[in-house]
């Protein structure tokens, strides 16, 4: 059972990283560095492409990762290692599918305006 986890979560590791190494596609190091620029789009609703409760997912699988306390202890013969190896592949795929997206997102609003104060209005109060 375990090894099969294991192999399952290395074959879905390998996919994902082959997936985004295309020619076209951005290299890991610029995926990375987009994590953080995802979230406030995300959060203000201006990207659609993942969700808050994505995010939040997100990073409870960091927490986990990082984290002392685990499901499954490492001193558990085969299983120990089979619950993070399971959640390292879920977040290296779910990371480089949402930075890919967003990269594509990004660059085809890089010309916009950003949401913000517009230039030609000008603030005050309405006064009855």
């Known amino acids: 059972m375990a090894r099969t986890t294991r192999s399952a979560a290395v074959l879905t590791l390998v ?3 082959r997936g985004a190494s295309g020619p076209d596609e951005p290299g890991l190091g610029a995926r990375l560095r987009a994590v953080p620029r995802l979230v406030r789009p995300t959060v203000s609703g201006d990207y659609s492409g993942t969700s808050r409760g994505r995010l939040v997912a997100l990073v409870a699988a960091a927490v986990y990762v ?3 306390v ?3 202890p ?5 299983i120990g290692l089979a619950d993070d190896a399971v959640v390292i592949s879920w977040l290296a795929a779910a990371v ?3 930075t890919g997206g967003f990269l594509r997102w990004e660059r085809a609003h890089a010309g916009r305006r950003p949401a913000g104060p517009r230039e030609d209005v000008v603030p005050g109060y309405v006064v009855r």
């Open 15 to 17: 996919r994902a990283l």
């Open 70 to 72: 685990d499901l499954l």
């Open 66 to 68: 990082v984290s002392p």
């Open 96 to 98: 480089l599918g949402e």
């Open 74 to 78: 490492e001193w558990l013969p085969l």
